[in-house]
Nanobody
Framework: QVQVVESGGGLVPSGGSLRLSCAVS????????MGWYRQAPGKERELVAY???????NYTDSVKGRFTISRDNAKNTVYLQMNNLKFEDTAVYYC????????????WGQGTQVTVSS
């Protein structure tokens, strides 16, 4: 049984920092792509960043220079270091683990709330 568990969300003042973690258990191989999406109230879910097992990364423009994604392949764990947080970063952050086409669809976490006070 594959489980995706996020941690590290919380309430932080504008300009502050948080570090999110996501561990994928139940696998015997390193997941190809791991990343983070977020969904703010009344908005669609959007990609924040992802990282491949090779180490290549991709960020949405609004977080470039502020967020850093990293991973530990041996532990199938991904991290999101968020610095200089802004009010508009407030959202539920979801971890995703994707190994298509070996699996039919990605695995998702339950989400962790990040709230940035203005």
């Amino acid at each position: 049984q594959v489980q995706v568990v996020e941690s590290g969300g919380g309430l932080v003042p504008s300009g502050g920092s948080l570090r999110l973690s996501c561990a994928v258990s139940g696998l015997i191989f390193a997941v190809d792509v791991m990343g983070w999406y977020r969904q703010a109230p009344g908005k669609e879910r959007e990609l924040v960043a992802y990282i491949r097992s090779t180490g290549s990364t991709n960020y949405t423009d609004s977080v470039k220079g502020r967020f850093t994604i990293s991973r530990d392949n041996a532990k199938n764990t991904v991290y999101l270091q968020m610095n200089n947080l802004k009010f508009e970063d407030t959202a539920v952050y979801y971890c995703i683990a994707d190994h298509r086409p070996v699996i039919p669809s990605p695995w998702w976490g339950q989400g962790t709330q990040v709230t940035v006070s203005s």
